[in-house]
């Protein structure tokens, strides 16, 4: 009885296992968070760096793009909507709107990447 019991399971694994593989391949895995890697290059002896978005982030997703932003440059820290560091990470809906930005507080763009620009602030 207990060997049955066992193959029963087995072969209901097996099916399982089928079903997830297909899965995975279409929805493969995404990591908002990579999108940030490479800029700590800019941040030796940096501490905080400003991150100004035009997003919401009560929505999930741009939630979840501010917290892996954290997790990929830590132990730097981004500070939210703060355009009084020297570096400022600007990750808004329209680049236009970045850009404008950057020129009204009189830094300039050093870096982009994707939809994200970092911007420097004259010591």
Known sequence: MVSILILINT??????????????????FYFPGL????????FKGTKQVGYYTDK???????AKVFAQAQLVLAPVVLELNNLDRRYIIFDCTDEQHALNKIL?????????????ILAERSP
Do not use: M
Request: hydrophobic share 35%; charged share 35%; aromatic share 4%.
């Open 11 to 28: 072969v209901q694994l097996g099916s399982e296992l089928k079903e997830l593989r297909k899965v995975k391949r279409v929805l493969p």
């Open 35 to 42: 999108q940030f890697s490479g800029l700590e290059s800019f």
């Open 56 to 62: 919401d982030l009560k929505q999930d997703e741009n």
């Open 104 to 116: 009204e507080i009189g830094a300039r763009p050093i870096k982009k990447k994707g939809g994200l």
